[in-house]
């Protein structure tokens, strides 16, 4: 069974501050990738990006970099110098690929990013 | 990627009615998939829809309550059936960006609100 798990509810920090998202996962497969997704209050849901197991190269991308860390089974998200438009919730996501072709993604239950002026 | 739209992007509707949300995507895809999202939770698969075939639906939701047709490569809708306030979600289709990595593209969404 696969399982991902995003302990902070709710992460309220003021503009121009760094911030971390949590995001662990479980899975028994070998391989799999993990996501992360965005969620403004319009309600759509961007895709941030995509990780595989193999790749444990930490990214960066703007503001945002991303640490994958295999041995601790975690696959956190950081925002630098936040701002106001981050505001949003943010999904972590796994999907392992052991039983062949594609039957959805397993999400975290999200965390609630309050950016505040 | 794909485009995906969804209709309707909200509704309100009455207690014991239906409501069918369609997914309209800009390119033929194989398998399209409808996620639940109850309010401040996370998504839930509801089911896959493949093209030709009758919907796979995961554990906790049937066919009864939540009929889906997938006509062709780039159609499929999902009804909400016999609606009680208890269903008041958004409703999202996706379609698989890359089907080895299972990255998905998702609509913009269907917010049902139950009175």
């Known amino acids: 069974a696969q399982k991902v798990t995003q302990a902070q509810t709710e992460i309220s920090v003021v503009e121009k501050e760094d911030v971390t998202l949590d995001c662990v996962y479980e899975t028994r497969d070998t391989t799999y990738y993990l996501f992360w997704y965005k969620q403004p209050p319009s309600g759509e849901l961007v895709f941030l990006i995509r990780r595989n197991s193999f790749d444990e190269q930490n990214e960066i991308s703007g503001r945002y970099s991303w640490n994958f860390q295999k041995s601790t089974s975690s696959f956190n998200f950081t925002i630098t110098a936040s701002q106001v438009v981050d505001s949003a919730v943010y999904f972590c996501a796994l999907y392992g690929n052991s039983g062949g072709g594609a039957d959805g993604l397993t999400f975290g239950k999200g965390t609630h990013l309050i950016i505040q002026p | 990627s794909a485009v995906i739209s969804q209709k309707p992007s909200r509704d309100i509707c009455q207690r014991g009615t239906s409501l069918t949300i369609q997914c309209q995507v800009d390119?033929?895809?194989?398998?399209m998939f409808w996620y639940r999202q109850q309010p401040g939770q996370s998504l839930t698969l509801i089911a896959t829809?493949?093209?030709?075939?009758?919907?796979?639906?995961e554990s906790g939701f049937v066919i009864d309550k939540f009929p889906i047709s997938r006509p062709n490569l780039t159609f499929s809708t999902l009804t909400v059936s016999n609606l009680s306030p208890e269903d008041s979600s958004i409703y999202l289709c996706s379609v698989v960006g890359q089907e080895s990595t299972g990255e998905l593209f998702f609509g913009e969404g269907s917010r049902l609100t139950v009175l």
């Open positions: 390119s033929q895809v194989t398998m």
């Open positions: 829809a493949n093209q030709g075939s009758e919907a796979t639906y």
